[in-house]
């Protein structure tokens, strides 16, 4: 038992170390040191407040914690044996790390896009999904903002990839790693995207900062976390999504005459 807890409690340290690290980082760039450097990229006009960080950092470390639950159970726990969790990188090809990869990301997608809409259902949204959508100007620490139940919806999905698809712990470190940088991404409040991306495939078919962003603010449409594919097909993409972005790029790119923006030196005035 005293070892169970400490590899629980080992699990929980990393995975709290991944979040502050993985979303201190860009806040800090973002939000309090180059502020003005990046002003024109940023979404919302208006700001956030130290309350809403103070309450998003404290529900992503319970996240956090269920996360960490959920990772034991799969790697640590006798359900192990009922998943396609393997230990050695022998027992398949090593280019099967970075598909896998890439499979579960797209698992993950399609999981979290149903379960989102669900979410969305009146008779559960205020139990389930309320608490995420008070950040409704998110930023990096509103990524695991989740409320108890949530965050063992949102978690179980690493249960489900295991026992579709074979995957290394390293696969499962990266999945960890790569899905919570496009995570705090989304919920970034600013638009990073290079000028380039918007005539891309990659457009038609990944999502950006803009995308998840509209999510909280208009409460509805945009379901989808990393790609648009279903939010395209079942048309719950929002009509003026594009035009946002583009207005978005055209002030960070000054293509248009109304580029100019106001550069606040921080996000409390």
């Known amino acids: 038992m005293e070892h169970s807890l400490k590899i629980l409690g080992g699990t929980f340290t990393l995975l709290t170390l991944r979040y502050f690290v993985l979303a201190g980082i860009p806040f800090l760039i973002f939000y309090l040191v180059f502020t003005p450097y990046f002003a024109k990229s ?8 130290k309350k809403d960080f103070i ?5 992503s470390l319970q996240s956090t914690a269920v996360f960490a639950l959920i990772s034991y159970v799969v790697l640590r726990t006798p359900f192990k044996s009922y998943t396609l969790v393997y230990d050695h990188l022998v027992d398949y090809p090593f280019w099967w ?11 993950h997608d399609t999981y979290f896009y149903w379960l989102h809409r669900l979410l969305h259902h009146k008779q559960l949204f205020r139990l389930t999904h309320l608490l995420h959508h008070r950040s409704t100007n998110p930023s990096p620490w509103t990524s695991y903002s989740f409320s108890f139940l949530e965050s063992f919806a949102e978690g179980a999905v690493l ?20 899905g919570f940088v496009i995570n705090v991404y989304g919920h970034l409040g600013y ?5 380039w991306f918007r005539h891309s495939f990659l457009f038609e078919i990944l ?3 803009v995308h998840h962003n ?13 790609f648009r594919l279903w939010d395209r097909l079942l048309k719950t993409e929002h009509p003026d999504y594009v035009d946002e972005y583009d207005q978005i790029q055209a002030k960070r790119f000054d293509t248009t005459k109304n580029a100019s923006a106001a550069v606040p030196s921080s996000i409390y005035q």
């Open 42 to 49: 940023k979404i919302q006009s208006r700001n956030a407040i």
């Open 97 to 107: 790390v970075m598909a896998s990869l890439v499979l579960s990301l797209v698992i």
């Open 191 to 195: 638009e990073i995207a290079p000028r």
């Open 55 to 59: 309450r998003e950092i404290l529900h």
């Open 214 to 226: 509209m999510h909280h603010s208009k409460f509805k449409g945009n379901y989808g976390l990393y």
């Open 207 to 209: 999502n950006t900062s």
């Open 159 to 178: 249960l489900v990839i295991a026992c579709l698809i074979p995957m290394h712990v390293l696969t499962i470190v990266l999945f960890a790693v790569v």
